[in-house]
């Protein structure tokens, strides 16, 4: 969900959509994965695909080293419960006409009785008219409703080599007043909280307000929405805090989403069932109308972003 | 709801709990009411209380002016919906043994067919054991199910001279992310964005992050929540915030409350009643909770603690 982008760049030509995910090379497997039932050969024709997404160019070596460390991480973990990306060739990869904007999306569903909806990751660069360039990665998990347990959320936006916008968070997927348990178990009890509080304290991190009232709702309460200004720090400072502080900090809330959320095993019951249902369409719905339809089309012209967007909403409204 | 209190103050001698209201003078009948029922004469005997209340001593002229405003406005607009303060002498004023710590609270109870469930404010003041006093007023307002608009919260916590927190919030009643119509209506529509945006530009203005997992979800995506630090900026210049930012902007918030929650018509079904009056209850308990029944008796002694908690009680729990 890199739906927060397009509230970010008030010069309009370089909001942005989409996060991605890839289906990528056979992970080593060092790490014991969760429930896996069965272990699905990837389609050799999403090779190209995947190896441009994971290249994470345009971006410094710490930004892409831990794009792929997030992404093999996923695919260690989860990987037998997800199906290969199966999205056109031109929507793994897109580029608008004048060839200034290239993008790659991979979107990868859970198989049944996986708890994954869908995983999905993307990077997107774009030359800025003013110069310089705006690049975005992410990588964004959804469950089905066979689960309560929150979404996972991680995105960097970084609109010059000084300036980064980083968003990491657990999204709930109930409302929390109504569900102290929920609040407890997921936020309270895994001290989510204390990562927000590590990043507070670099001089450079001011804190980011999205300017969707939307979004600001959908976020839970230990998320970190902020903007890292390193203009006065000297150059290589940028990399010095991705290195040494987001870094740790997106692997070790990965970390929680995978052992509490992803893998963990939650009741749900038939009524709740009904509502989880209910706010998951809605949440997905109202994604694609805030993030993507606004934006794609300044980015990519009308024609590419139909095409993205036709690819998408079959994820989002599914 | 001085629920937010509790968090603040990490040296545990003044952390504080409650909020109140004037059942005060009558109110000249300058502006309309709204869908008043009937006229309830004060009680006479609630003068002592009430003049203690609304004296709101401890604190600078534009912070005292501008809670004896907020309060004088609820009345006038409201005052007609509204029953008097039947809380007992020794919990409408209240002091700890040491006689280092003075407080107030008023509740007023709306009567049928309000929409008003009650209205509390309350000023606290308190010696700090460091020097200096901890000084807090509180006006907040709660509706019944009746209807689905949004509470009134306003608070200031000035633990010295040049260091106010500032608490502003419409706090919803309904999950955001499944009622995209009611962010609308009350949050988007009104524009309350721009006063968090305007205070935000004040170079003494930081944000104010609460502790509470629980009170961040509560409020609402517009909440201005702030400190406020005139250390570096001399003498004077915390009144001239107050005057000249918080009191423009808090009267403006009251207003939009008045205007489109408290007098505001919605309707609201049978199954959405019951929904509300869950919500609301649990609200009211985990706020008495985690605000009241932790602070009180560390700043008042567990006798005088339990008095008015006990009091309190009656309207969190209804």
Sequence with gaps: ???????????????????????????????????SSSSVQMDPHNNEGRTKFKAFPYVSAPHRNLMVDLVSTVENRLDSQLLPCTLPPDVQYYQNQSGTGSATLHIRSGHKPSQIDFILGSWIHCELPTGGALNITSLSAYLNPSTDAPNFLFELIQSSPTSLILILDL????????????????????????????????????????????????????????????????????????????????????????????CGEREVGETERGYLEKRDGLVKSR????????????????????????????????
């Excluded at 989409?18 to 090379?25: C, K, R, T």
């Design 1 to 35: 969900m890199a739906v927060i982008v397009h509230h970010l760049l008030h010069p309009p030509h370089c909001s942005s959509p989409l996060p991605a995910f890839s289906s990528s090379s056979r992970p080593l497997k060092s790490q014991i994965s969760c429930s």
């Design 171 to 262: 999204p709930p997927r109930k409302d929390l007043v109504l569900s102290p348990d929920y609040l407890r178990t997921f936020y309270e009890d895994t001290q989510l909280d204390k990562h927000r509080q590590t990043l507070e304290k670099i001089p450079e991190v001011r804190p980011y307000v999205s300017s969707s009232l939307y979004i600001r709702s959908l976020v839970s309460p230990t998320a970190i929405t902020v903007r890292i200004e390193t203009e006065a720090s000297g150059q290589g400072r940028m990399e010095e805090v991705i290195k040494g502080h987001i870094d740790p900090i997106a692997k070790e809330v990965l970390e929680i989403w995978l052992d509490e959320c992803a």
């Design 287 to 318: 994604t694609i109308e805030i993030d993507l339809g606004s934006s794609l089309p300044r980015l990519f012209g009308p024609e590419v972003a139909e095409r993205v967007l036709g690819s998408v909403r079959e994820f989002f409204t599914a």
